[in-house]
Each structure stands twice: as structure tokens, then as C-alpha cells.
């Protein structure tokens, strides 16, 4: 059964450096996602991503915070600088294209993302 | 996207089934109910999904009262391994809303036991 991977699976960096999450997608998927879980706390939305644009996107998705589909497999999340309240489970998802089929997301395994 | 309530833990005995409800009283007529589950550490996983009928597939069913106030979301055999965080999630039709955030609440615990 295909399914969406990310890298790495677990990632430290110290504050105010550069991150990239990676993603691989499902391959007919054409709809990707962004998601993040802090510890203990509920799964946010970041960003929803279609088309190469960016179609929509939460609070928490600033200026800080890029993503890319840098060819046709990966989708990226890019944090410029992180702070310490990025410390987080960041899940990647997607879903098919086209009417009642996007039902479902399916979601990567997540990427742990610990500031220090 | 309508607000959604659900208790904050279950328990349920193994081989039993587990009924987890949720309401829903501000579902308008075009939001679909769906439910996923996030077993610990992983990613959220589809379950199932429904506008006004019961639905049933190999992982449960979905109970949707004629009102659509609420739901219920019925796992016939619980094994060990559908311990998990589930999460009832209003959604308006993807015909109109393609692409469309999932927003998770806090969901419920559910702790299969032995």
C-alpha cells in the first residue's frame, strides 16, 4: 500500500538556525499538507499546499515558515529561524485530486523537530 | 466548520465493541462527519466518513442520528491495538471545499484493555 514518508524521522537543531522537513507524497496525490503537534497538544494545521501555491495557510504559518515542491516527489517545510516554541511533530500529508475523492489524508509517520 | 464535542477517555474491554460519540448540534447540511485516530507518536489515520447514512467498512462503523446532532463511531471487536486518540472531525462536502484543512480537537482516548 503506498504511503507518504518523511525525513528525518527525528531532527535537533539549535535556535535560530535553518530546518527542512521533507515529504514524499503519494504519488497521484496532488493536494499536500503541513500539520504540527506539540507535545501533549492537539494536531494544528499549517498550510495546504496545491497546484505549486500555497492555497491556504493557518496563524501559525508566518513568514518563518516556506514550503516547496522542489520536484515532482518532494514537498518541503522550511523554518528560517527557529525558536524554541517550534519544538514539535511535524506531519506531512495528501490527498487525491477531484471531487468526493479527497476524502481521506493520508499522513507521513512525522518528522520531530526538538529546538534547543 | 462546525465544532465538535467528545469525551475526553474511554475504556473498552478487549473483543468488545467500543462506541465513541460525538456531537455535533451546529452541523449544517452540507458538512460530512469523519473520523480519524492517531495511535501514539504516529500520524492521523482516516477511519471513516458520512453525510446522513450509517456507513460501514472494514474498520468500523458510523452511527449518524436523523437529526445529525451527533454521532457515533463503533469499533465491533476492539483489539489492543486501536488504543488510540480518536478524533471527530466536521468537514463541509470536498466537492465545494477541495483540498480543505482537517481541523483535530482533542478528541478521546480510547484504552483498550485486556
Known amino acids: 500500500e503506498p504511503e507518504v514518508t518523511q525525513t528525518p524521522s527525528h531532527q535537533v537543531t539549535q535556535m535560530g538556525q535553518e530546518v527542512i522537513l521533507r515529504c514524499v507524497p503519494i504519488?497521484?496525490?496532488?493536494?499536500f499538507y503541513w500539520y504540527r503537534q506539540i507535545l501533549g497538544q492537539k494536531v494544528e494545521f499549517l498550510v495546504s499546499?496545491?497546484?505549486?501555491?500555497?492555497?491556504?495557510k493557518s496563524e501559525i504559518f508566518d513568514d518563518q515558515f516556506s514550503v516547496e515542491r522542489p520536484d515532482g516527489s518532494n514537498f518541503t517545510l522550511k523554518i528560517r529561524s527557529t525558536k524554541l516554541e517550534d519544538s514539535a511533530m511535524y506531519f506531512c500529508?495528501?490527498?487525491?485530486?477531484?471531487?468526493?475523492?479527497?476524502?481521506?489524508?493520508?499522513f507521513g509517520p512525522g518528522t520531530r523537530l526538538t529546538v534547543t | 466548520d462546525a465544532k465538535t464535542t467528545q469525551p475526553p477517555s474511554m475504556d473498552c474491554a478487549e473483543g468488545r465493541a467500543a462506541n465513541l460519540p460525538c456531537n455535533h448540534s451546529?452541523?449544517?447540511?452540507?458538512?460530512?462527519v469523519y473520523w480519524y485516530r492517531q495511535i501514539h507518536s504516529q500520524g492521523p489515520q482516516y477511519i471513516i466518513h458520512?453525510?446522513?447514512n450509517n456507513e460501514t467498512n472494514e474498520m468500523a462503523s458510523l452511527i449518524i442520528t436523523e437529526d445529525r446532532k451527533s454521532s457515533t463511531l463503533i469499533l465491533p471487536h476492539a483489539t489492543l491495538r486501536d488504543t488510540a486518540v480518536y478524533y471527530c472531525?466536521?468537514?463541509?462536502?470536498?466537492?465545494?471545499?477541495?483540498?480543505?484543512?482537517?481541523?483535530f480537537g482533542q478528541g478521546t482516548e480510547l484504552s483498550v484493555k485486556p
Open positions: 472531525i466536521v468537514r463541509v462536502d470536498p466537492l465545494y471545499n477541495q483540498g480543505g484543512k482537517l481541523i
Open positions: 458520512g453525510l446522513k
Open positions: 500529508a495528501s490527498s487525491p485530486q477531484g471531487g468526493r475523492e479527497v476524502w481521506e489524508q493520508y
Open positions: 504519488s497521484n496525490h496532488l493536494y
Open positions: 499546499f496545491y497546484n505549486n501555491e500555497i492555497s491556504e
Open positions: 451546529t452541523i449544517s447540511g452540507n458538512e460530512y
